[in-house]
Structure formats: structure tokens, C-alpha cells
């Protein structure tokens, strides 16, 4: 007889939803608004690939009390959001747009009074444009004026914030913006991806005593996306080859964030493969970077596999025919690399506690003529991740909480509207929101802090 297990959490595991201010807002030239990288990015013809913007997207900014209502009716313990820099400080620094603090003001207080817990990003990569103009996070300034716009924010709302990621996916920022030029500012220069990995570091840990200062009581940390990497082979070159994928990948940012400063031969790679000397990094850097946190976040959505005889199995590959089971964006579905990732993470850094602080699924199912979304692909994705983190937890990882990316189908950066990732559907052209069966399912979890699992076998 198949008897399906029980998976039971902590009885303080944070169950939660995770968005990104440039993918939901709209309103990007609104209440005084300065424009953003990505504005300028999506504008751009032939940057997104359905040539679509966020200038609308799913118009939280009007609509955000309706969606704290829906996120209360799936019972959110918390949400995890960003703050449009552009929004509040338009210049970049200096002159603070009050409606634009305002609106996230009213946002915590509608969240607090429906009793989610708001999780803030400071950074999810909507630098505004002048900032850029000014050599963006390749220049060392950038990071002395994120501060000041850390110190903006919290000041303002750190009386009821005590949750703050300083950067998200810095990976992201260096590599995807700077090194293949696929998101905004979109470069393809080794030398300013290697300096914005260090000034978006740096501008991390300058901000963490100042968000401690605004907001006492507070718990700091940053949001990685740290991936296992595993070689199909045990041959020298898969070997080797995997190795530096690790470090370009993960030890990049987890060696310097935990005190170890840069590898030592990811840095001998880039100096030998591009020419780039890490000359940026001053007295007194490191120390900075190593700044003690609260927690390590981390977006966790497939893993890399290295094989260097067939070509490397790099999920950011657009087709790959191996016959594994993958999202629509190409990402293979592989759990269990969750809980390797988590134990690796854990043993290896010992940050103090961890939050997957992203984890989800890119599939287009959409309403059928009843208006259901059978989204079950995305339903068992979410189910077998979280048993995974939960194994972690069994195995001594302090895991603090899970965030569903994401809440609702939104700007999904160069895809533009092609790929949806929410346990909620968006209609783009009326607004409407509809709860996905992957919603309803997380929504009963939550209220059992736990769920079934079916019987393997
Ligand atoms: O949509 C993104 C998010 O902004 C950052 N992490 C990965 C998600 C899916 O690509």
C-alpha cells in the first residue's frame, strides 16, 4: 500500500513570497520616479526578447492593496520586496522623492496590519541612470552612494522593517549586466564585471552597520544565487573544469562575504584569461566585505553541470536535449541539489541561519475556460524543494524559511512577459490576478506547516 509521508517544519519557519520592484511596479515615470537602468535597458530595441518593458507590468503600484489582500488570503507569513532606488533618491543620491518613501511606508503598514512580515531588498538591480552615466558599479562611488541610499530607507522605515537583504544575486549585477551583457547596462567587459562583483560587495558591507544603526533589533544579511556544480565525469578536465565553474560561480562571493578574501585561483583565471588585476580592492576592503550578517539568503532554481567533452551543461544555455526534465526556461528540475547546495552552504560558511529566499518555476499554464490554472508541474517543483530543504533542516542547517518565486507572473528581465513564474496568473491586459493551483496547494502547506509526500515507490 503506497502510504504518502508527512513532511512537517519548525514551528517558526517563515513561510513567504518573493517579487522585485522593477518586475511588478509599473509606474516608471511616476510620483517622481528617476529613470533606472532597466527602463533605459528594455526601451532599448532588441534588448527583451518579446520586445515587451516594465513600464506597466502588473501595476502594483496602483494595485497594491488588492495584492496584500491576496497575499493575506494565501496565508503569507512573509514577503520579500525591493525598493526602486530611482523611486527614492531620482538623481541617484542627494534630493529624497518623498511619494516614492511614502509609497513603501504604506506598504509595510499594509503588510504589518495583515500580519506579513516584510522582507526588504535594498538592491534588485534598478540603478538609476545618472549613476550608471557615472560608470556605475564598475566605479567605486557607486558603492559610497548605495549607502546613502541605505541609510535613506532605513531610516524611514527600519522602525518596522527588521528584516533587510542588502543586494540580490550579485552574481547577477557582475556577470549577467557586465560580463554577457544580457541585462541591463548590458557590457561584455571582464574588467567592469570584476570590479562590480568587488563595489557591489563593498557597498553590501558598508551598509550593514548603517541598517543596524536605523533599525535596531534588526536581522542583515544578503541574497546569493549559489549553485551545486557537479561534473559528469571524473576526468581531469570535467574535474578542473568544474572547479572553476565553483569558484566564478560561488566562491567569488561566498569566500570574501565569510573573511576568506577572493580564490585564489578564480583571481589567477581572470588576470590570466582577460587581463584584469583586481587593483580595485583598497586597504581596509576585505575586512568591510566580511562584515558579520544575520543570515545568508539564497535563490535556488537548478544546478550547473560540467562536461567538457560534450560541451558544458550550463543552465544558462537556451536548449539543451539531454532528455532531462527541465522549466521552460531551459533549467533542469533536479532537487536534490537543494539539499547538497544547503549542506555545502551551511558546513562549509557557517552562516549564521539561511533563507531560500527565491525558488520556483517558469511554465506558461495558463486559465482554462472555467478560469483554473492546473499548474501541477509547478506544484510538485515547489512539494519536492521543500522536502529537500526540509531533509537540510534534518541534517543540522538552520534554515530559517522559504520564499516562493514568485508571487505573481511578472517582468521576467530579458523574457520580458514570455516566461511566468507565479503561483499566481496575471492577465497583462486586464490586470486580473488568479490564484494557480500551485497557490492553493502552498496556501495549505503554510496552514499545516507541512504537506504530504507522495509515496515514491
Ligand atoms: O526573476 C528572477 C529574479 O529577479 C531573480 N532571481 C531569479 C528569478 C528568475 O529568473
Redesign the pocket.
Known amino acids: 500500500m503506497k502510504v504518502p509521508k508527512q513532511i512537517t517544519f519548525p514551528q517558526d519557519f517563515i513561510w513567504g513570497a518573493a517579487t522585485?520592484a522593477y518586475?511588478i511596479e509599473g509606474a516608471w515615470d511616476v510620483g517622481g520616479k528617476g529613470e533606472s537602468i532597466w527602463d533605459r535597458f528594455s526601451q532599448t530595441p532588441g534588448k527583451i526578447a518579446d520586445g515587451s518593458t516594465g513600464n506597466v507590468a502588473c501595476d502594483h503600484h496602483q494595485r497594491w492593496e488588492d495584492d496584500l489582500d491576496l497575499m493575506q488570503s494565501l496565508n503569507l507569513g512573509a514577503y520579500r520586496f525591493s525598493i526602486s532606488w530611482p523611486r527614492i533618491l531620482p538623481a541617484g543620491r542627494g534630493a529624497v522623492n518623498e511619494a516614492g518613501l511614502d509609497f513603501y511606508d504604506q506598504l509595510v503598514d499594509g503588510l504589518l496590519a495583515r500580519g506579513i512580515r516584510p522582507f526588504v531588498t535594498l538592491y534588485?538591480?534598478d540603478l538609476p541612470q545618472v549613476l550608471e552615466d557615472e560608470g556605475g558599479w564598475p566605479a567605486r562611488p557607486t558603492a559610497e552612494v548605495f549607502v546613502e541610499f541605505a541609510d535613506v530607507v532605513s531610516r524611514r522605515l527600519g522602525d518596522r522593517v527588521k528584516d533587510w537583504v542588502t543586494h540580490?544575486?550579485p552574481w547577477?549585477t557582475a556577470f549577467l549586466g557586465h560580463m554577457f551583457g544580457v541585462h541591463a547596462p548590458g557590457y561584455q567587459d571582464a574588467a567592469k564585471t570584476a570590479a562590480s562583483v568587488h563595489h557591489t560587495l563593498l557597498s553590501h558591507g558598508w551598509a550593514v552597520p548603517v541598517l543596524r544603526q536605523n533599525s535596531p533589533g534588526a536581522r542583515v544579511g544578503i541574497v546569493l544565487?549559489p549553485m551545486e556544480v557537479v561534473s559528469t565525469t571524473q576526468s581531469e578536465a570535467d574535474l578542473r573544469a568544474a572547479a572553476l565553474q565553483d569558484g566564478l560561480t560561488n566562491r567569488l562571493f561566498l569566500d570574501p562575504l565569510y573573511g576568506r578574501g577572493y580564490p585564489s585561483d578564480v583571481v589567477e583565471y581572470v588576470s590570466s584569461q582577460n587581463g584584469v588585476a583586481f587593483d580595485f580592492v583598497e586597504p581596509g576592503d576585505m575586512d568591510a566585505i566580511a562584515a558579520p550578517t544575520d543570515f545568508l539568503g539564497i535563490?535556488m532554481?537548478t544546478r550547473i553541470v560540467i562536461d567538457t567533452k560534450n560541451g558544458a551543461r550550463d543552465p544558462f544555455q537556451s536548449v539543451i536535449d539531454d532528455g532531462k526534465e527541465r522549466t521552460e526556461?531551459g533549467w533542469e528540475v533536479y532537487p536534490p541539489s537543494l539539499y547538497n547546495l544547503l549542506c555545502r552552504l551551511y558546513f562549509d560558511y557557517k552562516p549564521a541561519s539561511l533563507f531560500i529566499t527565491?525558488n520556483g518555476a517558469?511554465y506558461s499554464d495558463g486559465p482554462d475556460a472555467a478560469g483554473r490554472v492546473d499548474d501541477s508541474r509547478r506544484q510538485t517543483y515547489i512539494r519536492d524543494h521543500l522536502a529537500q530543504a526540509r531533509r537540510a533542516i534534518d541534517a543540522g542547517v538552520p534554515l530559517a524559511g522559504y520564499f516562493v518565486?514568485?508571487l505573481m507572473d511578472?517582468f521576467?528581465?530579458s523574457h520580458g512577459y514570455s516566461q511566468r513564474?507565479g503561483i499566481v496568473w496575471v492577465d497583462y491586459e486586464t490586470q486580473q490576478r488568479i490564484p494557480k493551483d500551485s497557490a492553493f496547494w502552498y496556501r495549505d502547506a503554510i496552514a499545516n506547516n507541512g504537506f504530504a509526500l507522495p509515496d515514491p515507490s
Open positions: 522585485a518586475q534588485h538591480w540580490n544575486e547577477c544565487n535563490n532554481y526556461m527565491e517558469s518565486w514568485s511578472n521576467e528581465w513564474f
